[in-house]
């Protein structure tokens, strides 16, 4: 029974992520571990690719056109997440616009949404409803890097740069993801997925992959640039890493 203790735990934290940053429900009965859940956030992105890649396959079974099948398919995208990333991106966007650095923090927790705030929600709808329908890549591998590394992007945030809420609800992350060295899993497995055309697709030719290899670059600037701004990350600019990591990720496609 010992050696089943670690497995067991790994499944309940994984679990645990999947309830902490989706929608999605998990058994009844089941027993979720939530002090680890950031060692698990690339997991979890991969797992929506694959819903939202389902979802595209249905919606284009029904001959809905390219247009309104992206907006449903990002749509969904926020909805699979209750919009926990995207309204930290909002708060986000007016924390930055506050032009005292010391309200920075104060901004983004007030709970109404500024013009700032706003805006930065319409471009992300722009630019990932716009990227959607042109791209020449593989849907689904696409997904799975823009979800995967803007997720692993979140957790260089957390390794990288302190906490700025020592109360606040996403602090407990520290916990997991305490150095550079907790990261390299997520960016082993993000690597792999990014070289997976050269097993399945020979043809394919390296601009693909240096391109998957750019969503990593991505998700590092990001990161970095908020913690910058702010000299600390928060929960909030955790959200901020995610949305627009997979949003660039998806806009860096289309030049392919």
């Keep these: 029974m010992d050696a089943l203790k670690q497995p067991i735990r790994w499944v309940r934290q994984g679990f645990a992520a999947i309830t902490f940053y989706t929608v999605l429900p998990i058994p009844l009965g089941w027993t979720a571990d939530f002090p680890y859940i950031a060692r698990y956030v690339p997991l979890v992105g991969l797992l929506l690719a694959g819903l939202l890649f389902l979802a595209d396959l249905g919606l284009m079974a029904l001959n809905m056109p390219p247009m309104p099948r992206s907006v449903v398919v990002v749509c969904l995208w926020v909805a699979l997440t209750g919009g926990l990333h995207f309204d930290g991106a909002m708060d986000t966007a007016d924390g930055l616009s506050a032009t005292d650095p010391d309200r920075r923090l104060e901004v983004m927790s007030d709970s109404r949404s500024g013009a700032f705030g706003v805006m930065a929600a319409i471009a992300l709808f722009l630019l990932k409803i716009s990227a959607l329908p042109v791209l020449q890549a593989d849907l689904l591998w696409v997904l799975m890097l823009a979800a995967g590394w803007g997720r692993w992007g979140q957790q260089v945030a957390i390794a990288f740069y302190p906490y700025l809420k020592p109360t606040g609800n996403s602090a407990f992350h520290k916990e997991a993801i305490r150095s550079g060295w907790d990261v390299l899993p997520g960016l082993v497995l ?33 990161a970095f640039y908020f913690g910058q701004r702010l000299g600390g990350h928060t929960g909030d600019t955790y959200g901020a890493v995610v949305e627009w990591s997979e949003a660039l990720t998806l806009l860096l496609f289309t030049l392919s």
Excluded: E, N, R
């Design 190 to 222: 993000m690597v792999g997925i990014a070289c997976l055309p050269l097993v399945f697709d020979s043809s394919w030719g390296w601009q693909q992959i240096v391109l998957g290899m750019g969503g990593g670059a991505i998700a590092c600037l990001t």
